[in-house]
């Protein structure tokens, strides 16, 4: 799933309007938008204030959004899945 479609989720479970998500974010309501539609990117440091917001946990908050920072970047490339796996070889 996505970052911005998982926010969505989290968010309407929490019953939470955007404008109320968006105010805790400090971005105005057509920029949370845009991040639920993946149409722009959340930041970092807006990660603990999701997981707050949310009641959902950090860290996998985070891998989420960092998957998807990953994902946006080699989504074009012929092989994505070589990539990968180097990069997890260089990671052990």
């Given at each position: 799933m996505k970052f911005g479609e998982h926010i969505k989720q989290l968010r309407e479970q929490n019953h939470l309007l955007q404008r109320q998500l968006a105010n805790a974010l400090d971005v105005d309501s057509a920029m949370l938008s845009k991040?639920?539609?993946?149409?722009?990117?959340?930041?970092?440091e807006?990660?603990?204030?999701?997981?707050?917001?949310?009641?959902?946990?950090?860290?996998?908050?985070?891998?989420?959004?960092?998957?998807?920072?990953?994902?946006?970047i080699?989504?074009?490339?012929?092989?994505?899945?070589?990539?990968?796996?180097v990069v997890e070889k260089e990671i052990k």
């Open positions: 991040i639920e539609r993946g149409e722009r990117r959340a930041k970092r807006h990660i603990p204030i999701l997981a707050s917001q949310l009641r959902t946990n950090e860290k996998e908050l985070f891998t989420i959004w960092l998957a998807d920072q990953v994902y946006e080699i989504k074009e490339e012929s092989n994505p899945s070589e990539i990968l796996q």
